[in-house]
T-cell receptor
Framework: GAGVSQSPRYKVAKRGQDVALRCDPI?????LFWYQQALGQGPEFLTY????????KSGLPSDRFFAERPEGSVSTLKIQRTQQEDSAVYLC??????????????FGPGTRLLVL | AQRVTQPEKLLSVFKGAPVELKCNYS??????LFWYVQYSRQRLQLLLR??SRESIKGFTADLNKGETSFHLKKPFAQEEDSAMYYC???????????FGQGTTLQVKP
């Protein structure tokens, strides 16, 4: 079946531009996560949705970062006034159930963002 | 602080040699640990989790609470094992995975 998809796969932005990154989770998956992966590092948690509710946004690095999942399926991560330090791969992951531990997270291919 | 450490950025072995990818964690509670793998041009995927005590593709990992380690082992490496491997901690069953920096495994013919 179809896995998690993300678009665009690559995005080049000028410093100060706003960007929007899209994630299509596996159909029916309740939980959705966003991670940021800087070059040479492991992924770092940004935010978590259970259906349409954003239950945890403790990893968002600044108020320039905003995420939503209005209908409990597709999610968008928006970055306003991009800075060079925002350059990274943004990963989306989904899992079938509300996170109660032991759930497998299925990752998308990521969006590689380069801010010039 | 909750942390996962993978001390080796690169591990290079010959085909047929044993492999051990090191992972140490810092966590005060009962840990839930995973190994994820990313093959070239593929997405990150789960390899194994400690609660399942399973062997996947010949890999095993044992949780050692005394040494706070969760090393990944395989007795005989294959060329197709070449990939980036990440150890991850799920603190308090939150799903907020904490990843190590990753180890690139290179298996030479």
């Amino acid at each position: 079946g179809a896995g998690v998809s993300q678009s665009p796969r690559y995005k080049v932005a000028k410093r100060g531009q706003d960007v929007a990154l899209r994630c299509d989770p596996i159909s029916g998956h309740v939980s959705l996560f966003w991670y940021q992966q800087a070059l040479g590092q492991g992924p770092e948690f940004l935010t978590y949705f259970q259906n349409e509710a954003q239950l945890d946004k403790s990893g968002l690095p600044s108020d320039r970062f905003f995420a939503e999942r209005p209908e409990g399926s597709v999610s968008t991560l928006k970055i306003q006034r991009t800075q060079q330090e925002d350059s990274a791969v943004y990963l989306c992951a989904s899992s079938r159930y509300p996170n109660t531990g032991g759930e497998t997270q299925y990752f998308g291919p990521g969006t590689r963002l380069l801010v010039l | 602080a909750q942390r996962v450490t993978q001390p080796e950025k690169l591990l290079s072995v010959f085909k047929g040699a044993p492999v051990e990818l090191k992972c140490n964690y810092s966590y005060s509670g009962s840990p839930e640990l995973f190994w994820y793998v990313q093959y070239s041009r593929q997405r990150l995927q789960l390899l194994l989790r400690h609660i399942s005590r399973e062997s996947i593709k010949g890999f095993t990992a044992d949780l050692n609470k005394g040494e706070t380690s969760f090393h990944l082992k395989k007795p005989f490496a294959q060329e197709e094992d070449s990939a980036m491997y990440y150890c991850a901690l799920n603190p308090s069953n939150t799903g907020k995975l904490i990843f190590g920096q990753g180890t690139t495994l290179q298996v030479k013919p």
